[in-house]
C-alpha cells in the first residue's frame, strides 16, 4: 500500500524529488525478499490507478522506478568497492599460503630424501654396532664360565692329587660334533 501510494502521489511532476534514502525507505520490504518470494510487476500492476492512467504516469512510474535501481545500484556498487580492499589483502593471503605450502612441500621432500641417507649413515651402523655389542656381551658371559670351568678344573685336579686319586678320564666327544647334549 505505501509503495502504490508514493508511486501515485509521485505522478505529478510539482513536487521536489527525493532524497536517495527516502526513495528506498518508501519501497515496501516485499521488495527486499528473494527473488521467487515476490513479484515486483505483479505487485505494480496491482497499484495502477483505475484513472489517469496516462503516457505522464507511465514515465513517472518509470523514472522512479529507474530512480530506486540506480540508488540500490550505486549503494550495491560502494559496498563491492568498501569491500574491495579486504578482497585484494584476502587473494593475497590466499597466494601467500600457497606459495608457503609450495616451499613446506619441497622442505618436505628434501627433509625425507635427507633422513633417508641418515638412516643409511647412522641407523643401520648403529643396529651393526649394537649387534656386536650384543655378541660382546654373550663372549664376555662365555669366558667367565670357561673361567669358572677352569678354576673348577684346576680345583678339581688339586683335591685328586691330595686325596691320592686318579683323575677321571675325559668324557668322549659326542659323534655328531655338536658337544654334550
Known sequence: ERWCT???SSSSHSSPPQPESERLAGLPPEYFLPLEDFDAVGHMLQCLPEEGLG???LAAQLDQTQD?????NSKLSARVMRSYGAFV???AQVQQ??????LTAIQCRAARKHLSRVETGTVNP???????????RALAELLSMVDGL????????ELCRL???????????PADGQGPA
Open 6 to 8: 508514493s508511486m501515485a
Open 55 to 57: 503516457e505522464s504516469y
Open 68 to 72: 530506486v535501481l540506480e540508488e540500490i
Open 89 to 91: 589483502h584476502g587473494m
Open 97 to 102: 599460503l600457497k606459495s608457503d605450502l609450495v
Open 126 to 136: 648403529g643396529l651393526n654396532i649394537l649387534a656386536r655389542l650384543r655378541r660382546k
Open 150 to 157: 677352569r678354576a673348577l678344573t684346576s680345583e678339581s685336579d
Open 163 to 173: 686325596l691320592g686319586v686318579a683323575k677321571p678320564p675325559p668324557p668322549p666327544p
